[in-house]
């Protein structure tokens, strides 16, 4: 923001003073010292009481204590008015060596009582309620709920807080002065140095009083810088509210060691990524917490992803407010991992030096931390709340000639201080109650509109020097952090989102899939019921089989074959079942399967063979009959030739083949009723029967010989036809 002039002039008057000043002997350091501490000790007192008056107006204090308080107060005032003018030189005194500004030390800030406490505001004057953080004492979990609750309610204001650093070495080398005291933690008191030789402006205002949430000394360490300033914002992230922390400040005013320290000193960045984690880890131990986290930079009006650089970004607005386009969010899971993130985004960060700071901060660098938390409740619905913590260091504010003059430098700090004046406009913008609030004025501004006029618990670190060379930056940091205070942001809301069952991502799918897992499991186990009522009537039927054929086997109890398979005993369900699918599995099921096939087979063969024998048999049964038929037929027409006159009287016998064999035994048949004929008997043709019929061919031995023999019987024994006589010799 820019430095006053008036700011400029005195820093030169008293740069060219300095020395004198350093070489002033002390005159008299314990003189009036009475009157001041009683002077400081009741404008503190009539402070309380205003602050208490104001916050219970119902319980004003006495009218009588009042004026008392009031009548000192104006006495001590008067004193110290006196001693003032007495000691006009000594206001300029302040201790060089003085390193920590703390109540102990008060009395050395001169001229404090002449000052009246300027009102910066309608409550600059009350000890106001910290919305975030309180540095005296850690307040507890009731008050703290109560807090959020009250927040949430009727909004909040910015917390502004202001951090001190120490003296450097180099500003002590060159005879710099402290001008800034630190009382109560919260008072900051700005001393301007006057020239002692300027006599006209002896009497004018030298110190100024400022007050904030908070005050750091140049002693606070980095811890309670942290958790005055942002543990209870980290909280409130946490349940699902927004929050950003942002440092302000001049140019080696000590920012990015406030918000990224060193190794040694880690700041609110690292502090606040390792507190994010060990709270996650205490409040859910199922991973029901999600952090990704973004880092970016504003350099000379352009934004840049410091995690994985290219090319600018286009900040774009949406439902979730301003968003760089193509920003990469990096899920974390540990600490480590994310101090490596922090420290590849910060070797990316562009740093330069400067003649106020070796590394100095070119651009704005915003570390973004989103944690969401996801759970059910009663009906399964899904909530899901989402908290983003904003950690944002600043380029420092600066002057073109306290930087440098180079082309480059210089237009990055115009381009710094660009931003930074935009960012008090719009302070001055919220401030005044402005409809228009210019965010659009640069990119800064646009990204830290939520933190400003959004639904966000906003914090504000003002980084001040000590040092009397940087009165001007001093002054003007401490001038907007006051103005800042009267920010007042919208209560910030718990960003929740409740999902209902069917409304959740792949939901119908799921169920969908559920109901045909349902179904399918009961398809298979309607299969597996009926695939052991197959195999138990099968090894029913295998027993039956194997009883019949005297197949020595156990026989079932009848009431294991007729149990129908879901009426299956305790012990048999408790069996492991096996998917029908893999038919690898071996069972004793399957086994006594695989027996009673090997039954069923056996029997199949006995059946076949069987059949065979059957057809044999029958096939025998044919050839008897045609033989006997045959038989039959030479019977008949040897009793025609005995019938005829001219035959002779002497028996004569046709002889075949087969008669001319010897005898052979009987065919076995499965019927022992009657003899089979000769398998070889020959079929006698009607040219056989011819022949033996002519009287020519007597006695010739032809190829069917006619034997004389009276003794021929027949041996064919037919059911049905009569008993052949036994005398061959048949007269007609
Ligand atoms: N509280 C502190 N305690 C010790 N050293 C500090 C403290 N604050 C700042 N410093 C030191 O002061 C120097 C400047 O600080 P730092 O770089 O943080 O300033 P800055 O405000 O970020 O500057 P710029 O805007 O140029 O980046 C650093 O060397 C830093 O170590």
């Given at each position: 923001m820019p430095v006053s002039t008036r700011s400029k002039v005195l820093n030169q008057e008293q740069n060219g003073q300095e020395n004198t000043n350093l070489n002033l002997p002390f005159r008299?350091?314990?003189?009036?010292l009475k009157e001041k501490m009683k002077a400081l000790t009741l404008l503190y007192e009539q402070q309380k009481r205003a602050s208490f008056s104001l916050r219970n107006p119902n319980q004003s204090p006495k009218p009588e204590d009042q004026r008392f308080k009031t009548h000192q107060l104006l006495d001590s005032c008067k004193k110290g008015e006196r001693f003032h003018r007495q000691d006009g030189k000594d206001s300029n005194f302040v201790d060089e060596e003085t390193k920590e500004n703390n109540v102990a030390n008060a009395d050395r800030i001169f001229g404090i009582n002449s000052v009246p406490v300027k009102p910066s505001g309608p409550s600059s004057t009350v000890i106001r309620k910290l919305s975030m953080g309180n540095g005296a004492r850690k307040a507890t979990a009731a008050e703290k709920g109560e807090k959020l609750e009250n927040l949430d309610a009727c909004g909040s204001r910015i917390s502004v807080f202001v951090r001190l650093r120490p003296m450097g070495k180099k500003e002590r080398e060159n005879g710099s002065r402290c001008c800034v005291k630190i009382l109560n933690k919260r008072d900051v008191y700005l001393t301007e140095f006057t020239n002692d030789n300027d006599y006209l402006r002896l009497k004018r205002l030298r110190v100024r009083h400022f007050t904030f949430d908070s005050s750091f000394p140049d002693t606070t360490t980095q811890r309670e810088v942290y958790s005055t300033t942002t543990g209870d914002l980290l909280e409130a992230v946490l349940e699902g509210r927004n929050g950003s922390v942002f440092c302000y400040g001049a140019t080696g005013a000590g920012k990015t060691y406030t918000m990224l320290g060193t190794m040694e000193n880690p700041g609110v960045m690292v502090l606040a990524i390792k507190d994010l984690f060990a709270k996650v880890r205490q409040r859910s131990l199922d991973g029901n917490h999600v952090v990704h986290l973004s880092y970016l930079e504003v350099y000379n009006e352009t934004v840049r992803d410091l995690l994985s650089p290219g090319r600018p970004l286009i900040l774009r607005e949406d439902k979730q407010g301003i968003v760089a386009a193509g920003l990469t969010q990096y899920r974390a899971y540990s600490t480590d991992e994310v101090m490596a993130l922090l420290q590849r985004g910060n070797q990316n960060r562009t740093t330069e030096p400067t003649r106020c700071n070796e590394t100095s901060s070119r651009s704005h660098a915003i570390l973004q931390v989103i944690v969401e938390y996801r759970t059910r409740d009663a009906f399964m619905n899904t909530l899901s709340r989402i908290g983003k913590l904003s950690l944002i260091d600043l380029a420092g504010s600066e002057r073109a000639v306290a930087t440098d003059q180079r082309t480059l430098r210089s237009l990055e700090g115009a381009n710094i201080n660009r931003s930074l004046l935009a960012l008090s406009s719009c302070i001055n913008a919220l401030v005044e109650g402005k409809k228009h609030i210019p965010y659009r004025n640069s990119k800064l501004t646009q990204l830290l509109k939520d933190s400003l006029g959004g639904s966000c618990n906003t914090v504000m670190i003002a980084n001040i020097s000590p040092s009397d060379h940087s009165f001007g930056e001093t002054q003007n940091t401490l001038h907007w952090a006051d103005r800042a205070k009267e920010i007042r942001v919208k209560g910030c809301e718990v960003n929740e989102e409740v999902v209902q069952v069917g409304e959740q991502e792949g939901g119908p799918d799921q169920a969908k899939l559920l109901l045909e897992l349902q179904e399918e499991n009961r398809e298979l186990r309607v299969q597996l019921a009926k695939q052991q009522q197959k195999l138990l009537t099968l090894q029913a039927e295998t027993l039956a089989a194997a009883n019949n054929n005297n197949i020595s086997q156990t026989p079932p109890s009848i009431s294991s074959l007729m149990t129908p398979p879901s009426a299956l005993t305790a012990q048999q369900k408790k069996k492991p079942r096996h998917s029908l699918l893999s038919g690898t599995c071996f069972t004793p099921e399957s086994s006594k399967r695989s027996k009673a096939e090997e039954a069923v087979k056996e029997l199949q063969l006995t059946v076949k063979a069987l059949k065979m024998e059957m057809e044999r048999m029958k096939r025998e049964h044919g050839l008897q009959m045609k033989k006997q038929k045959e038989e039959l037929m030479k019977d008949l027409c040897s009793k025609k030739s005995e019938k005829t006159p001219e035959r002779s009287k002497e028996t004569r016998r046709i002889v075949t083949r087969g008669s001319l064999r010897p005898k052979e035994k009987e065919l076995k048949s499965p019927s022992h009723r009657f003899a089979s004929p000769a398998a070889t008997a020959k079929k006698r043709s009607f040219w056989d029967i011819g022949v033996a019929n002519s009287p020519s061919l007597d006695r010739r031995k032809t190829r069917s010989h006619v034997h004389v023999h009276q003794e021929a019987p027949s041996m064919l024994l037919q059911p049905g036809f009569a008993r052949p006589r036994t005398t061959t010799h048949m007269k007609h």
């Open positions: 008299n350091p314990h003189q009036g």
